[in-house]
Nanobody
């Protein structure tokens, strides 16, 4: 079992930045960030393999968000720049135990989930 703990959410104005962190209790194949706004389904934001060979972004955040890892700290980060009101959501960290042929863009590709951290962007 891998425990995931997110931090770094908050309230910011449009155009500002936030950095989310996710600390993992164990090593897995890949890590992802998803978000869920009220009344909407959970959607993919970004993903990365611990090897660093694979990095994925949703089209809606490409060029604004950056996912990275710190292997020594077993932590994955999501740097969010040029935030927009439509980025408002609860952001969840996720971990994929192994590479098993399911895209890291899919919720089904992950085995573990964090509780989530709220990001609110005001206009």
């Amino acid at each position: 079992q891998v425990q995931l703990v997110e931090s770094g959410g908050g309230l910011v104005q449009a155009g500002e930045s936030l950095r989310l962190s996710c600390s993992a209790s164990g090593r897995t194949y890949g890590m992802g960030w998803f978000r869920q706004a009220p009344g909407k389904e959970r959607e993919f934001v970004a993903a990365i393999s611990w090897s660093g060979y694979l990095t994925l972004y949703a089209d809606s955040v490409k060029g604004r968000f950056t996912i990275s890892t710190d292997s020594a700290e077993n932590t994955v980060y999501l740097q969010m720049d040029s935030l927009k009101p439509e980025d408002t959501a609860v952001y969840h960290c996720s971990a994929a135990r192994t590479a098993r042929g399911i895209s890291l863009r899919a919720v089904q590709g992950y085995d573990y989930w964090g509780q989530g951290t709220q990001v609110t962007v005001s206009s």
